[in-house]
């Protein structure tokens, strides 16, 4: 089955908030691992951008980040339902969109000295919120992993082998470098595989843009 190309205007903006999504974030998260002062990115993850002054930055990140994805999943489905992947696929990356929004409602706890004055280790007890956002990670992570599987049986049913690899391959690599990252003691490798991740869906976006034009 082809893709729908009688789409509407509508349909395709929601399609160019995907592609935007995922460069948005991650673009958005290495400026301030950057700039922020007292930001180690091998000792701090990037949830810790959403505490301090400044943390407004990151916490409008991550809502308007994960919007978009939101909307390119129902712009996902108006282009593939009820096709193959027409109906798991954009619940999935709505879900991973949703979670987006849950990391910024529900903000990180300070921790190993970020911001600065925070004690050095992990808080004795999770805030509230704290707890509520370690969920966002976690769901966020599982619904585009799946999501990666149920795309790669579509590209492979249509034949299309490079992106099904690369549906794939990502979900691979994503798991690889965030799993190497504890030992390692290094949230650089989970931020290059949660990039890998973010970067998909919007390359998704992109391809069903394309074919919708």
Known sequence: ?????????????????GVIGGPLFIGAVVIQELTRAGFDPREHALSQLSTGDLGWLQITNFIVSGLL?????????????????????PWLIGIFGGALVWGGVFVADPANGFPPGTPEGSPDELSWHGALHAVAPALAGIAILVACFVFARRFAGLGQRGWAGYSVATAVVYLILAFASFPAGDF??????????????????????????
Do not use: E, Q, Y
């Not at 089955?1 to 908030?17: D, F, I, K, Q, Y």
């Open 1 to 17: 089955m082809t893709v729908n190309t009688t789409t509407t205007p509508a349909t395709r903006r929601m399609l160019w908030a």
């Open 69 to 89: 994805f939101v909307a390119a999943a129902v712009g996902i489905r108006r282009v593939l339902h009820p096709g193959r992947a027409g109906r798991w696929g």
């Open 188 to 213: 650089r490798l989970m931020l290059a595989g949660g990039a890998v991740a973010w970067l998909w869906p919007s390359a998704v976006a992109a391809k069903l843009l394309r074919g919708a034009s």
